[in-house]
């Protein structure tokens, strides 16, 4: 039996392109036309994560958190090898524009939090306190419309 590696993502979105561009003459766009509007709309969806002088170490040694036990603390007191490692980390960082900062706006307290708060301010207002579980019971007791009421 013959196993065929997978295919990459990009091998695919080339193939389909391509297929496009040769069966699909009514769509008017050449292959080159498809890609480049691929790109622009894949622009910003292939940001990673900052890479850490601990991700690089990991990859470079070829371990994982749960492979790697004392290792790692004991490459952290080589000083020398820390720099090479946060350099080389921010020189990929720099080169592939990696970041870890959201595009979108923080997203603020959840429906659960809001609840708890006004929970909180209620009872605080009867001189009482309210416990977590009594919370929790009275949040499970409320309909989805009464819910929607500590959405943002």
């Known amino acids: ?55 690089l170490w990991l990859k470079e040694n070829n371990k994982s958190p ?14 020398e090898e820390m720099a090479r490692l946060k350099q080389r980390a921010a020189e990929i960082n720099d080169k592939e524009g990696r970041d870890n900062h959201r595009t979108s706006g923080s997203r603020g307290p959840s429906s659960w939090n809001r609840f708890v708060a006004h929970q909180a301010e209620l009872a605080k207002q009867r001189g009482e306190k309210n416990t977590r579980q009594e919370n929790k019971e009275k949040w499970a007791s409320l309909s989805p419309e009464e819910k929607k009421q500590y959405k943002s």
């Not at 749960?66 to 000083?79: C, L, N």
């Open 66 to 79: 749960k492979t790697m036990g004392d290792e790692w603390k004991v490459a952290q007191q080589d000083h």
């Open 1 to 55: 039996m013959l196993i065929m590696p997978a295919v990459s993502k990009e091998t695919l979105i080339h193939e389909i392109l391509n297929r496009m561009a040769d069966e699909l003459p009514e769509i008017g766009f050449s292959y080159e036309e498809l890609y480049q509007m691929w790109q622009e709309v894949n622009s910003g969806q292939t940001k990673f994560k900052q890479l850490t002088a601990f991700n």
